[in-house]
């Protein structure tokens, strides 16, 4: 398992260079079932890492481009008149697939946000009064510009929630730019990226998540964390239960990728900027400031 | 008009309306009827004026309203200056008060005057069933004033949880007070009602006329040894000694009452005392009597101040006894005494007086006693033997016609003590020997393994003594000799047939109640003896057990020590009580580590995790790394993969560790020995 989850690690890190730990992340959300949001500037790898994640899962990808006039049809599926059969039939629209990348989510108007946050969180569609199914496992790869950027539709707090995780991909290395140079074009690399896993050892990698040991003291201390973000006056909101369970399950997959059959204080500091980061508002700055200090303040031990 | 703001809402005034009712629910039985309407008629008007019907009244209804209870008042006592028209003065000002209750001062103001009523009830009566209601008052009153702080407040769980909490709070402080702070006499004396029947002994008996011989089981006196009690048939109560006759009723004489000049000793410390010591101690709580006669055996002396000896051997009171009073008696049996001195002329003369005519049947048989030149016991022996042959003791005698004495004794021949004793004291002194009738009660019952002895009502009973000449006074029970049994065993048992024939429900045959009813009397006795008599004599006396000698310094500490001990401990509560809970062990172990490794000069950051702050060490103190690491280890093993094995590790590591003896360890115990985690 361990070997197996380097090498998943590995093949990702041949095309995104110098990012082990976004692509620890990355994989960490989807062994928790959470949906990815990814927020950089354009051109910094975040198509690549959604594709080359769908590549090395094994999973069926679609990618939209969300822009301004987009509907929602045009992400869930119409249902068209064939006059072969004189019938309606439904036609399946990107969602329908088990990775999807949601480029640019921000761009879009909320009517079609809001439609693929709900895919998002029932995991089915309803078109035309009838219910579907969405593909198991189903996982939802957003990406967003920075807010400052014109153009973007900036989804509200109760939608950001829906993410798992927030994770931005930043500026490469000087080593990783330079081999970039050096080498092959990552998109020719990332056709030759073969399946690692199939759908049932990704399922099967998910219910170990749930197995990984949160001793009471670690509990202790997750409790503590969230108490002071509650409690803080620097926090203008603290994190709910959801954002609470979220923290847990994704230091939960962060230790498993890391081979441990418990969860360490460390675990649940490797995640929390990306866990907590979009779900909490300082009265001032950035969430993952707020985080930042957050982690400084709380001690692991005791209250 | 006050602001909008401060008015009143519903549920204060409601409050409020209850907690005058419960302060003055116990008055409206003891003030006239019209106070009641006046309280209800307040009630109303204010109610109407929250409904916003009405106007609070203006000043000159104000005024009619003053003017009318004023009259009323006057009507309804006639004089002033006593403890009831003070106490309905102040029930009616508190009632009117509602005609002005209009902000929050003003109900806070109603609520602190409801104490202050309540606290009037005290004066009337001061039983357990009267403190457990003044108890409920005062808790229902705090609720109102809980009550006035808003709507939440004021819904009755809360407000009356709150306070309970109060006043349960308040409890030490109230034992604390009622312990060290000094009793101070009335600043003013508030004459106290004086038209209340007296019960039990009155001041004159008269034999021949109707029944008067009282049924009731109320309890008189409770009498608590110290040292030896009496054999029953020496437990005599004296209370009042009738040297009088006029033919039909025995009474006390001029000249013998305080008030008339009687001689009274007032402090027994005057008085020389007998060689011998007293054969009886004893204290002796009397109920109220509205008499001042107080109640003891012979040859009394009490210390208890107001109580005096008189010539005649009894004790009496200042004042008359207008509630429970306690006072300590040292008696000595007359036998014990050998200071007998001649009786003077003035006592002979009216211990011999008989009216000038009458009764010459006994006049006629006390002459042949007389004649026959017997002395004084011989006489009195066959006069006993008379009433023994041929009398009945019974509790409902015929009545008696002019000639009581002859009827009784030649007639009827039934009868029940005062008739026995006021034909005795007859005949000897027509015998020619000095006899008088006392009055008093005679026997009592003990109460839970003989801690005091109750005498109840029915207890009262008349006795003669006669004049023996050398040995003074002695008593004599005609009674006794008709029927023994009265005087061994009670009028209850003696009589049992007649005794309560006319009440609804023999009560007294079942056995469990009257055990109850003396169990509930020793709980009166008990509240008594603990509460209602705790004088600044027995402050004193407790205080001086309690501290030794009493000086400011001694009760200073007596107060302050136990403040101190409940701040102390109300400090402990919150600090054990805000720690939180405990920390699982292996992280006190973790903390401990981190103690020390803070004075070896390297402190872990608050959220640092032990892997971050061991790689740090290897970094800063790179001696001290291996160690630290092996620690880390098992503090990661033990706190997060729950593993015992790794606790005890962590633990034995700590116990051989320090940073300073770093190096010595690594060699005894080995880096190899300990398994690194992962």
Redesign the interface.
């Known amino acids: 398992m361990q070997k197996l989850i380097s090498a998943i690690v590995a093949d990702i890190g041949k095309v995104l260079l110098g990012k082990e730990h976004q692509v620890k992340l990355a994989l960490a959300c989807l062994l928790s079932r959470g949906h990815l949001l990814i927020e950089d500037l354009p051109g910094m790898g975040k198509t690549t890492l959604a594709h080359a994640l769908a590549q090395v899962l094994g999973l069926s990808y679609k990618r939209v481009q969300f822009t301004s006039d987009m509907l929602p049809a045009d992400i869930l599926g119409v249902s068209i008149f064939e006059r072969d059969s004189g019938q309606f039939r439904f036609h399946e629209g990107p969602v329908f697939s088990q990775l999807l990348l949601a480029d640019e989510i921000n761009r879009s108007s909320p009517k079609t946000q809001s439609a693929l946050l709900e895919a998002m969180e029932e995991r089915q569609v309803s078109v035309d009064g009838e219910t579907r199914q969405l593909p198991e496992p189903f996982f939802v790869i957003a990406t967003q510009n920075p807010l400052h950027q014109s153009g973007t539709f900036s989804l509200p707090e109760s939608q950001l929630d829906r993410f798992l995780m927030r994770i931005s991909l930043g500026y490469p290395t000087r080593e990783a730019e330079r081999a970039l140079f050096l080498g092959v074009d990552p998109r020719a690399q990332l056709q030759q990226l073969k399946p690692r896993i199939d759908v049932a050892a990704l399922k099967k990698m998910q219910s170990l998540v749930g197995q990984v040991k949160a001793s009471e003291s670690l509990l202790d201390y997750l409790e503590r964390l969230v108490l002071h973000t509650r409690q803080s006056p620097e926090c203008a909101v603290g994190l709910s239960p959801r954002g609470a369970l979220a923290l847990l399950h994704a230091a939960r997959a962060w230790a498993l990728i890391h081979g441990r059959g418990h969860l360490l204080p460390e675990d649940l500091q490797a995640v929390l900027p990306s866990v907590a980061g979009h779900r909490l508002q300082g009265e001032s700055g950035d969430g993952i400031q707020l985080v930042e200090r957050l982690m400084r303040q709380v001690d692991i031990i005791a209250a | 008009m006050a602001n909008q703001s401060e008015l009143l809402p519903r549920e204060s005034l409601l409050w409020i309306f209850a907690a005058q009712f419960a302060a003055l629910l116990p008055q409206f039985a003891l003030l006239p009827l019209w106070i009641v309407c006046a309280w209800a008629f307040a009630v109303y008007w204010r109610l109407e004026v929250f409904r916003g019907r009405r106007d609070l009244p203006g000043r000159a209804v104000k005024l009619l309203v003053v003017a009318l209870t004023v009259g009323g008042l006057a009507l309804s006592y006639g004089r002033w200056f006593a403890l009831e028209p003070m106490v309905a003065l102040l029930a009616v000002s508190f009632t009117l008060k509602n005609l002005e209750l209009v902000s929050r001062r003003d109900a806070f103001l109603s609520l602190l005057l409801a104490y202050f009523v309540a606290a009037t009830l005290f004066v009337y009566e001061q039983t357990i069933p009267y403190a457990l209601y003044g108890t409920i008052c005062v808790v229902v009153i705090t609720a109102a004033l809980a009550a006035q702080l808003g709507h939440f407040s004021a819904r009755p769980r809360r407000a009356l949880g709150l306070s309970l909490r109060l006043l349960a709070q308040a409890v030490p402080l109230m034992l604390l007070l009622f312990i060290v702070m000094p009793r101070l006499g009335p600043l003013w004396a508030v004459p106290q009602n004086k038209s209340g029947a007296s019960t039990g002994v009155s001041d004159s008996m008269t034999p021949g006329d109707f029944t008067r011989l009282s049924k009731s089981d109320k309890p008189v006196l409770r009498i608590a040894f110290d040292g030896p009690v009496p054999a029953p048939e020496q437990r005599y109560w004296r209370g009042l000694v009738y040297s009088d006759f006029d033919g039909r009723r025995w009474s006390q004489g001029f000249g013998v009452d305080p008030r008339e000049g009687g001689v009274v000793r007032w402090s027994g410390r005057e008085q020389s005392l007998p060689e011998v010591g007293p054969r009886y101690r004893y204290r002796v709580i009397q109920e109220s009597t509205n008499n001042p006669w107080l109640f003891a055996m012979a040859r009394p002396i009490s210390d208890t101040r107001g109580v005096g000896e008189t010539s005649d051997d009894r004790i009496i009171k200042r004042g008359p006894v207008y509630s429970r009073f306690a006072y300590e008696v040292r008696s000595w049996p007359r036998e014990t005494l050998t200071d007998v001195r001649e009786l003077d002329d003035f006592q002979h003369r009216r211990n011999l007086q008989l009216p000038r005519g009458g009764n010459p049947r006994t006049r006629a048989w006390a002459d042949e006693f007389r004649a026959s030149g017997l002395d004084a016991e011989e006489i009195s022996a066959r006069v006993l033997k008379f009433f023994n042959r041929s009398f009945t003791y019974t509790l409902k005698p015929p009545a008696l016609g002019v000639d009581s004495i002859d009827e009784f004794l030649f007639g009827s021949q039934q009868g029940f003590c005062e008739h026995f004793a006021g034909s005795y004291v007859f005949t000897m002194r027509a015998a020619g020997v000095p006899a008088r009738v006392v009055a008093g009660y005679q026997g009592g019952e003990w109460v839970d393994q003989e801690e005091y002895l109750l005498v109840r009502e029915y207890d009262a009973h008349a006795w003669a003594e006669i004049w023996i000449a050398g040995r003074g006074w002695q008593r004599v029970d005609p009674t006794a000799a008709v029927s023994p049994e009265r005087i061994r065993d009670g009028l209850q048992n003696a009589a049992a047939e007649e005794f309560m024939a006319d009440s609804l429900l023999p009560l007294h045959r079942i056995g469990i109640l009257n055990r109850l009813r003396l169990e509930w009397d020793m709980v009166n006795y008990r509240w008594y003896q603990a509460v209602v008599s705790f004088d600044s004599d027995k402050q004193q006396n407790l205080l001086k057990k309690l501290l030794g000698e009493v000086s400011p310094l001694r009760l200073a500490a007596f107060i302050a020590v136990p403040v101190a001990l409940a701040l102390i401990g109300i400090l402990l509560w919150l600090w054990f009580s805000g720690r ?1 809970r405990r ?2 062990p ?2 006190r172990l ?2 401990k580590f ?1 103690r020390r490794m803070a004075r070896a000069g390297i402190a872990r ?8 702050f061991a790689r740090r060490v290897r970094v800063e103190k790179p001696a001290l790394a291996p160690m630290v690491e092996l620690i880390t280890a098992a503090f ?1 093993k033990a ?4 593993d015992p094995a790794a606790q005890k590790q962590l633990r034995r590591l700590l116990r051989q560790w320090s940073p300073g003896a770093n190096f010595m360890f690594l060699k005894t115990v080995g880096a190899g020995r300990i398994a690194t985690g ?1």
């Open positions: 939180g920390l699982p292996a992280s973790y903390q981190c950051r608050p959220g640092e995790a032990p892997r971050d990661e706190a997060y993969g729950e992962e």
